[in-house]
């Protein structure tokens, strides 16, 4: 199983909405709802801020908002902020007790 | 709040065996309802889900390490432990111990992670 593809890096100026893509197959992403995303700041442990593919855990932000279409998902963080500023991995369930992750996006706020 | 602390040695010849120790504070890993991890991150790359355990019940690995990986727990220490052996320097990696919960399908607590490093 290859890991799920997200793009190396994006970038927004603060107060702006930015969309971090998934890309995963029929064996993962698009065959299950149990895409998460987590925040990792560098020298701290990451962070989960969505799970069951568009659930926000107890504390998250609602700037924080995720989707799904076909074998892509995506995270959007709207009114961005500086300590948003961080590397951001997607993770999906691909059956048989498998979990992938994603490359990792690197999120620069201007 | 649950914790959890990656700890082992960071500098490793090639053939050695890895051993990793997690040491989870503020829970048990015994109560039941979670998948205790073991996931990595290679210099510069995305993570690689390692493998996980559910306490008293199976473990399960990632294909591509299944025939050197090794998930243990130990419910009277709180700790759960990872084993790879025969290290190469593509195992050069920081490795994080993480708990997934069963309800969530997510990891809800990391580690900070410790770099483990495979050189000669």
């Known amino acids: 199983q290859s890991a799920l593809t997200q793009p190396r890096s994006v970038s927004g100026s603060p107060g702006q909405s930015v969309t971090i893509s998934c890309a995963g197959t029929s064996r993962d992403v698009g065959g299950y709802n149990y895409v998460s995303w987590y925040q990792h700041h560098p020298g701290k442990a990451p962070k989960l801020i969505i799970y069951d593919t568009t659930k926000r855990p107890s504390g998250v932000p609602d700037r924080f908002s995720a989707s799904k279409s076909g074998d892509t998902a995506s995270l959007t963080i709207s009114g961005l902020q500086a300590e948003d500023e961080a590397e951001y991995f997607c993770c999906s369930y691909a059956g048989s007790y498998l979990v992938l992750f994603g490359g990792g996006t690197q999120l620069t706020v201007l | 709040q649950v914790q959890l602390q990656e700890s082992g040695p960071g500098l490793l010849k090639p053939s050695q065996t890895l051993s990793l120790t997690c040491t989870v504070s503020?829970?048990?890993?015994?109560?039941?309802?979670?998948?205790w991890s073991w996931i990595r991150q290679h210099p510069g790359k995305g993570l690689e889900w390692i493998g996980y355990?559910?306490?008293?019940?199976?473990?399960y690995y990632n294909p591509s390490l299944k025939s050197r990986v090794f998930i243990s727990a130990d419910a009277s220490k709180n700790q759960f432990s990872l084993e790879l052996n025969s290290v190469t320097a593509a195992d050069t990696a920081i490795y994080y111990c993480?708990?997934?919960?069963?309800?969530?399908?997510?990891?809800?607590?990391w580690g900070r992670g410790t770099l483990v490093t495979v050189s000669s």
């Open positions: 355990t559910y306490y008293g019940g199976n473990t």
């Open positions: 993480a708990r997934e919960t069963v309800l969530m399908g997510a990891s809800d607590s």
């Open positions: 503020g829970g048990s890993i015994n109560s039941g309802g979670y998948y």
